[in-house]
């Protein structure tokens, strides 16, 4: 039997252009998020982007039907794999990640879409940028299920819901921000 995997797919979108003054406060917060990720409990792998340095891109990517083209063809998004739910909300909302949500209202149009999708994988599988962009429009016209969820409604591996662990997403917290980067 083969194992299964966390993947969790975010969307946002800038209000003006990517390269909009208003915005530098999210890019200079970027490459922290993703140095927090890369040593955060739980975290497995996340994809790159293409034409830049990095992981590579898991396949081409594409947005979900609520991107709006602000003449930039960019908008902030990622894909990732985690362990397990607690280990991906530990980083999600604590730490340099949470930090920069709490500013996001600054950068972001408020989504009328969920910003992000939680869904299991097998151990051999990688998604790419059209499954998640799929999970995600999926989660938007549905209610969250195993084949598309959120925090607020988890799915286990199993594909029943799923209770989180709150005092092991508070332990993950802590033993990550032990391991922050200077």
Do not use: C
């Not at 490459?31 to 990095?54: Q, V």
């Not at 396949?59 to 991107?67: A, L, M, S």
């Not at 739910?85 to 999600?92: K, L, R």
């Not at 925090?151 to 092991?168: H, I, M, N, V």
């Amino acid at each position: 039997m083969t194992g299964r995997r966390l993947a969790l797919y975010t969307f946002g979108m800038f209000q003006g252009s990517a390269d909009d003054n208003a915005n530098q406060g999210f890019h200079d917060r970027n490459d922290a998020a993703f140095a927090a990720a890369e040593t955060a409990e739980g975290y497995i792998a996340r994809s790159g982007y293409e034409d830049e340095l990095g992981p590579a891109s898991w396949g081409p990517q594409v947005y979900p039907r609520f991107y709006v083209e602000r003449g930039d063809g960019w908008s902030p998004s990622t894909i990732s794999l985690w362990t397990d739910i607690e280990s991906a909300m530990a980083f999600s909302y604590s730490g340099q990640h949470a930090e920069a949500l709490k500013h996001g209202r600054l950068w972001m149009v408020k989504p009328e879409w969920p910003p992000y999708v939680l869904w299991w994988v097998d151990d051999a599988h990688i998604p790419d940028w059209a499954e998640a962009v799929a999970r995600l429009e999926h989660l938007a016209d549905h209610r969250p299920g195993p084949h598309a969820f959120d925090f607020k409604s988890p799915f286990g591996s199993d594909g029943l819901q799923a209770t989180l662990d709150r005092a092991r997403i508070k332990a993950l917290a802590a033993l990550n921000a032990s391991r922050r980067p200077q």
